[in-house]
Structures are given as C-alpha cells and as structure tokens.
C-alpha cells in the first residue's frame, strides 16, 4: 500500500489551507454531474504530478486525476509535464547528471535542458519535484525537494487505495506526451500504457478512464487495440492552438490544423475513433480584446452532434489566468475563488461535459446549486 510506504507524503498532502477548498460539497457518482478533472492533481496547491499532489485533488472532490505519461530510458511511463524537467524537479542542482543536459527538437521545436529519456528509472528516483510557476504560486515552493516523480504504476496502486478508502470510483485521466517523438526512439507509449492498464485490475476492470493525446494516429491506434473489450477505457482527442497542426499529422504532410479538427467535418472524423474532445476553453467561449468574456461559439454543439462530450482546459484559480472582467484585487498571483467560481459557471452554461481544473475543489463549488 503506497499509504504505508509514504506516511509523511499523506501528512502533507492533506494538510489544510483557509480557503473555499476545506470545504468543498459532496461528490456525486460520476455518471450523474460534469466531470471534475484534477489538472496534473490540485496544481494550485502542491506541485504538479506529485502523489501529494493527486491526493490533494481526491481530498478535494476531483472525479479524476491527470497524470501527463513521458517515457525513462528503460521504457517506464513516469508522470511530467513534459519530457524536459528542468523546470519540474531539481535536476539542475544534481551535478552528476551536468553532462546530460543538452538540446533536441521536439514536435518541430529547439528545446534544452536534461529529459526523461537520457535517465533511467533509478536514475529519475534520486531527482525530487518542484514548483512549476513559482511567480504565481509562491506558497507551493515550500514543498519543493520533498516528493519524487510518480510512476504509472504508483499512480493506479494510489487511485486504486483512494477509491477503496473514499468508498467512490477514482477516475484515471492520462495523457500520452510526444507519441511520435518517443515512438522513433524505440519507445512506443501507447502499448506500455495498455500493458499497465491490463495489468492494474483496478484499471482493467474498475476505473473510469480516459486517455487524451494531442496527436491522431495514436488514438486511432488504440481505438484499434481497444476494441469492444474494455468499455470502462475511453478516448479523448486534445486540441491545441488554431493554427497548429498535431505532430503525426506534420509528419505524415497532412495539412490539417487544429482549426479544422474543430469544424463539423473534422469533429466528425475524430468521432469514427475516439469519446471526447478536449479543446482550451478559448474555443468555446473567446475573450474579447478588452479580456473580458465573449459569446461562445458553436464547438460544444458541433460536438455534441457528433455524440462526442467537451471537456475543456483549464481553469485556475489566479487573477492572473482569469477573464478581466472576473479579476479579484491584487496582483496577478492572487486566489480569487469567487473569480474562478463564476468562470466555470459561465462555460457550464455553455454545456461542457468535465473540466480541467487545477483547484478541483472550487470545481465542485461551480458545480453546486
């Protein structure tokens, strides 16, 4: 039980602030409300994918936890932001590991820093994870240098335990990084996620799943090695900025952008292999030049033509990340619940299905009438 084997981790993960979050309302079963996704767990209070992390989001009413997989050198999934952790853990202190830092193209971009896939597991165990925006969430820097990267498997052994004791399904909601890039590498995710699924029977027989990928043919892939044999898992198509192309697509000279998989026709081809869409909220309802709130559009009902469900990303719960007109005083680093609260409530009224939040709680609040 991963509970006995990091006492302290749960002492901390649950230790409790003054805000709207003690407090969030009960949780409904999942099938009967919008769905609360915990973004990287409850990133505005502890550093992102952290078992600290997502137990703070369960603690705080999330239906499901996001773990971003990325790949170590001997094949494990472990759970960053991105494949480059120089900004998530403390790496750059770590002296015997100087010479690894170097510089890839990643999905078309120059990147540099220190990545998973030049570490082994054992390797990656002796780093320790840190505050991702620490100009924004300055009280998360105190747990830095205390909680290690998160495997897969951890992660399910954790949902699986916090489903028992919360006596509720604990959705799992993974997002499969760079599949084409780590493919070439002579990694292929996709089959290592389906290996662990398969062999977690929480995951194989009881949670409630999504995986998401902002590429295509690993979807289609999966929809494939899927089938009709695991109901429970479904399929989640992210999409990015409007102009961007998924990265399968640029390799394969497809000249599609993002912009196109949202129109009818594209919403209906991503509904021949996967259950949802994921787009950023400013697709759904665009800020106007002043930032304030605009209109929404039609994507939440072009998609829900096609029978596919919305869940958009992501709210937060700082001035800096909400709509001008919802602005709390103060800088921008500054919680404003009630900011945050009514954000939600304006893209629940524009009919999503679940949500990306980094402060799950405040989403349960947005959900309580």
Do not use: C
């Not at 003690?22 to 767990?41: C, D, M, S, T, Y």
């Not at 409850?42 to 078992?51: F, G, I, K, V």
């Not at 510089?103 to 390797?123: C, P, R, Y």
């Not at 509720?168 to 993974?174: L, T, V």
């Amino acid at each position: 039980m991963l509970i006995a084997r990091f006492p302290a981790l749960f002492a901390i993960a649950l230790t409790n602030f003054p805000t709207i979050a003690n407090a969030a309302p009960p949780v409904k079963p999942i099938a009967e409300h919008v769905l609360v996704i915990g973004h990287r767990g409850a990133s505005a209070w502890r550093p992102e994918h952290t078992l600290a992390s997502y137990a703070k989001a369960i603690e705080d009413g999330a239906d499901f936890i996001e773990p971003d997989l990325v790949m170590t050198k001997d094949g494990v999934l472990v759970a960053r932001h991105e494949n480059e952790i120089a900004g998530t853990t403390d790496v750059v202190s770590h002296t015997e590991f100087a010479a690894r830092r170097t510089t890839k193209i990643i999905d078309g971009h120059a990147v540099s820093g220190w990545f998973t896939e030049d570490f082994t597991l054992t390797e990656l165990k002796t780093l320790r994870a840190r505050e991702r925006l620490p100009e924004i969430r300055r009280a998360n820097m105190k747990f830095d240098g205390q909680f290690e990267v998160p495997t897969f498997d951890e992660i399910v052994e954790f949902a699986a335990a916090q489903a028992k004791s919360q006596e509720r399904p604990i959705g799992i909601y993974p997002e499969i990084k760079h599949s084409t890039y780590f493919r070439a590498l002579g990694l292929p995710m996709e089959d290592v996620v389906l290996a662990a699924i398969r062999k977690h029977p929480y995951t194989a027989q009881i949670a409630p799943l999504f995986l998401q990928s902002f590429e295509t043919a690993n979807l289609k892939y999966l929809r494939g090695q899927l089938g009709t044999g695991m109901p429970n898992v479904k399929l989640i198509q992210l999409l990015g900025e409007a102009a961007e192309r998924p990265w399968d697509l640029v390799v394969a000279n497809d000249p599609r952008t993002y912009a196109d998989l949202m129109q009818p026709q594209g919403l209906h081809a991503i509904a021949r292999y996967a259950d949802a869409i994921g787009p950023n909220k400013l697709a759904i309802i665009p800020r106007k030049a002043d930032g304030t709130l605009s209109q929404p559009t039609s994507l939440v009902a072009n998609a829900h033509a096609q029978n596919l469900l919305v869940h958009p990303y992501t709210f937060r719960p700082e001035n800096f990340f909400l709509p001008n007109d919802m602005h709390a005083p103060g800088d921008p680093a500054t919680r404003n619940d009630a900011g945050a609260v009514a954000e939600i409530r304006a893209y629940l009224n524009a009919g999503i299905d679940g949500f990306f939040t980094d402060d799950p709680a405040i989403g349960r609040w947005a959900l309580a009438r």
